[in-house]
């Protein structure tokens, strides 16, 4: 596969079973093949997607006393700031090339898992309430492509809606800020699997994010204005045995010339609620697939995989 394929979400949302069902063939053959689709017909406006792109520019240009005021210990970054080279992929030493801002779950329960409350920036106001507003649309069109992927599963169609209504989902934007001298062996992502169920990634125009393919080749993923590229996460993968792929991928250093200029994104991390059970379904498990992966809870597997990341001590 040389290309990531193409779905458009405004099928699946229409009264056209036949469209219906020709987008969930389509995008649960893309996930069982290479883990990516790149998606239009979602609910992201232009103007949330421009407005949050303004903002976050202005937020990640103030100075680095001032956004490291936003950095609380002991939250192992799942709110506010974390600064530039602090994370890193599952087995690497050399820090990522990035600096990062998390917006977390705004649909709080009455009862259930307590998440830690949003944190607003003072000095950019406008960054904390467009924050909200994507984060929750991101969310509602996660939802429907998890309806997707549950029916393709031979599941109920709400299958996730209950885990995700109240899930530890976190809208990350990015900067990659301009390379000043030859990196010892760092990228601006090294090659990893993303922890979540889905992650929907705004802001991949251009070159930079790559996809490692069966094949074992790397291939560029680039959107086209107004589109997302989605993919499936480790906790996808765990609860479908492995039937649907979490694909690698990595953001590349851009060739030198382009060293002097910063790198943008917005990742959507879909988690469900913590409590929700990452079992293997029975229905993903045969002699031919057997049994890949111990039970645990999805807040179990985040504290792992946060630990590796060296975001958890």
């Known amino acids: 596969m040389k290309n990531i394929p193409?779905?458009?979400?405004?099928?699946f949302l229409s009264n056209d079973p036949k469209r219906k069902n020709a987008f969930i063939s389509s995008i649960g053959k893309a996930f069982e093949d290479i883990g990516f689709v790149i998606l239009k017909g979602h609910y992201l406006t232009a103007e949330h997607t421009e407005v949050l792109y303004r903002e976050i520019k202005r937020f990640f240009a103030l100075s680095d006393e001032i956004k490291s005021g936003y950095e609380i210990e002991g939250m192992g970054g799942q709110r506010g700031y974390t600064a530039f080279g602090k994370e890193s992929a599952k087995g690497k030493k050399e820090g990522d090339l990035k600096?990062?801002?998390?917006?977390g779950q705004y649909n709080i329960p009455e009862t259930g898992p307590l998440y830690p409350e949003n944190i607003d920036v003072k000095e950019v106001p406008k960054f904390n309430t467009i924050g909200k507003e994507v984060f929750q649309l991101l969310e509602k069109t996660g939802q429907s492509i998890l309806q997707a992927i549950a029916l393709h599963l031979k599941l109920e169609e709400d299958?996730?809606?209950?885990f995700v209504t109240y899930g530890n989902s976190i809208l990350r934007p990015i900067h990659y800020p301009p390379i000043s001298q030859e990196p010892k062996n760092a990228v601006r992502a090294a090659a990893h699997g993303d922890i979540n169920l889905i992650t929907l990634l705004m802001g991949a125009q251009g070159?930079?994010?790559?996809?490692?393919?069966?094949?074992?080749?790397?291939i560029d993923a680039i959107a086209e204005e107004g589109e997302l590229i989605v993919?499936?996460?480790?906790?996808?993968a765990r609860l479908t045995n492995n039937f649907l792929k979490s694909t690698q991928h990595q953001v590349v250093n851009p060739p030198k010339e382009l060293w002097g200029s910063s790198r943008y994104s917005i990742p959507f991390f879909m988690h469900p609620s913590p409590d929700m059970p990452l079992n293997c379904l029975p229905s993903c498990v045969s002699e031919k697939q057997p049994k890949a992966f111990e039970d645990c809870t999805a807040g179990e597997?985040?504290?792992?995989?946060?630990?590796?990341?060296?975001l958890i001590k």
């Open 6 to 11: 193409r779905v458009d979400l405004s099928d």
């Open 207 to 218: 070159r930079g994010l790559q996809v490692l393919t069966k094949e074992n080749e790397w």
């Open 159 to 162: 299958y996730f809606d209950a």
């Open 231 to 236: 993919n499936l996460g480790d906790m996808m």
């Open 301 to 310: 597997y985040l504290t792992e995989r946060l630990i590796e990341l060296g």
């Open 99 to 103: 600096e990062f801002w998390h917006f």
